[in-house]
């Protein structure tokens, strides 16, 4: 049974800076490219960073540069360092695999970015 556990978020001034952690139990991480996902209220859920087992990374174009992804294949974790936050990254985010699959979603953890 796999389970991931999303933590890191917060409340945030624009601007700010956050990094979500995401721990993976299960013997399914280091093989798996990882995503980053977000979902703010009244829409959909959406990819906002991956990384590959051999750590090559995607970005959205709306987190580009702001974001980073990054993972500790020895920890079983994968991180998101948030930067240069605005109020429309407000949203719960999730972690997942890339496909993702619908069995291993997680709580996830809330992004409040607000002056």
């Known amino acids: 049974q796999v389970q991931l556990v999303e933590s890191g978020g917060g409340l945030v001034q624009p601007g700010g800076s956050l990094r979500l952690s995401c721990a993976a139990s299960?013997?399914?991480?280091?093989?798996?490219?990882m995503g980053w996902y977000r979902q703010a209220p009244g829409k959909q859920r959406e990819l906002v960073a991956g990384i590959t087992s051999s750590s090559s990374t995607y970005y959205a174009d709306s987190v580009k540069g702001r974001f980073t992804i990054f993972r500790d294949n020895a920890k079983n974790t994968a991180y998101l360092q948030l930067n240069s936050l605005k109020p429309e990254d407000t949203a719960v985010y999730y972690c997942?695999?890339?496909?993702?699959?619908?069995?291993?979603w997680g709580q996830g953890t809330q992004v409040t970015v607000s002056s």
């Open positions: 997942n695999t890339y496909p993702q699959r619908d069995d291993f």
């Open positions: 299960g013997s399914i991480f280091d093989r798996h490219t």
